[in-house]
């Protein structure tokens, strides 16, 4: 009768477990995604949806949930993360990142040498970054500079103010006097998709004017010996 106590008692604990690992399988197949990260300080939590505080270490894959996630990382000493990552099913995403520190046991961790490769991708990152916002409001910049048998076109600063373009666009030709040259220039402009119209242009360093500006008399012809097409802001 002892026996058969034991051996039930034995049995619901099985049961028990076994249900219990059931479920923590289940609850472990929603972490289908997984994130590499590199981060400063190594040691931090990381907290996204229901999650919260988990503990995490830099260079170690991280299981997460699948989906778009608002992640915060954090670290004691430091300012914490955020950042929104959207990650697919059995997708994996590497994330760098470094934490600001704020209190002078952080800095200390901060300027250990054990992160130097880190803080070389982070400015990597950075530059990867700029470049990218300064293609998508320039356009043009992706097929710049442009070498012919007569001219040079490259990106400069722009001379205008307003608009949502951030360079300008020089050519420089070999002969100043021949026309035919600066049309052949804004003609592999036109080739490349690059509408002339939408940048600040010059010509051999002189600016190259709107039709308005020319019949509003805010640009004015070039005085001395120069080429019928060069003009010059009244102003100057």
Partial sequence: MQLDRKVKIAIISFVGLSISLIIYAIYLLQFDATIYVYSIPDNLT???????????????????????????????????????????????????????????EAKKEYAKDKYTDIKEGIAGKKGKEATRQLENKNPAIKSLPIHGRDFYIFP????????????GICITVTDYFNRSQIDEAFAKLKEKGI??????????????????????????QCRGSNPDWCYTYRDI
């Fill in 195 to 220: 509408n002339q119209e939408d940048y600040d242009i010059k010509v051999n360093n002189h600016i190259w004017p709107t039709e308005k500006e020319k019949s509003t008399g805010a640009a004015v």
């Fill in 46 to 104: 990381m907290s996204y949806g229901d999650v919260k505080n988990q503990r995490i270490s830099s260079r170690k894959d991280i299981k997460v949930k699948h989906g778009n996630h608002k992640f915060t990382f954090s670290a004691n000493g430091f300012e914490s993360y955020t950042t929104e990552i959207n990650i697919n099913k059995n997708e994996k995403k590497n994330i760098i990142f470094a934490l600001e520190p704020i209190t002078d």
């Fill in 156 to 167: 400069c600063d722009r001379y205008r103010s307003g608009g949502d373009k951030t360079i």
